[in-house]
């Protein structure tokens, strides 16, 4: 579990500097097109790249931090005890499902962009659409790692051994 959290925890916080590389592009893009009259589709799109790997790496670290929107009407009047209970089974019959799909969902469409090294349709664009597609499975996978974890924690809370009982 250890190894898993500190893996998502790392990949999280690596991932954030995405957002300051992010915002640096698009002012230059910003800069470049309004005061220069210079277009930069390249760094349009590494923009988006960006934006996008942010999105889907980050899912598991989002989750391990408890970032996730959720409709809190009733949760936060909820015990411990049943937060537990709604979080494990919310986990177990919605995270995981949805996970899986995606990932089965999205495996044909990537490694379709992966037979043909998809490139920019646009002139001037990136050649890595393929690279960019391929995030569509690291969001599944992060969430579904940090899920485990969260799984094995809910479980030992849920489910405590009693030490010494069957002595």
């Known amino acids: ?6 893996w998502v925890d790392r990949s999280g916080r690596w991932v954030s500097w995405f957002t300051l590389l992010m915002v640096l592009i698009t ?19 590494m923009a988006l790249y960006l934006h ?3 999105l889907t790496l980050a899912a598991g670290y989002t989750l391990k931090h408890d970032g996730h929107v959720r409709v809190d009407i009733f949760y936060r009047r909820f015990s411990m005890q ?10 177990l019959l919605f995270l995981f499902p949805v996970s899986i799909y995606i990932l089965y969902a999205s495996f044909d469409y990537v490694m379709t962009s992966w037979h ?6 646009e002139a001037g664009g990136l050649p890595f659409v393929y690279i960019q597609k391929s995030l569509l499975l690291g969001l599944p996978l992060s969430l579904m790692l940090q899920g485990l974890v969260e799984l094995l ?4 809370l849920l489910f ?8």
Do not use: C, H
């Open 116 to 121: 043909y090294s998809e490139t920019s349709v």
């Open 1 to 6: 579990m250890k190894i898993i959290e500190q």
């Open 82 to 91: 049943a937060r537990n209970w709604v979080d494990f089974l919310g986990t």
């Open 153 to 156: 924690r809910l479980n030992r």
């Open 52 to 54: 996008g790997a942010i």
């Open 160 to 167: 405590p051994k009693s030490v010494g009982k069957n002595q």
């Open 27 to 45: 002012l230059a893009v910003v800069i470049l097109r309004y005061i220069f009259n210079i277009g930069a589709t390249a760094a349009q799109e």
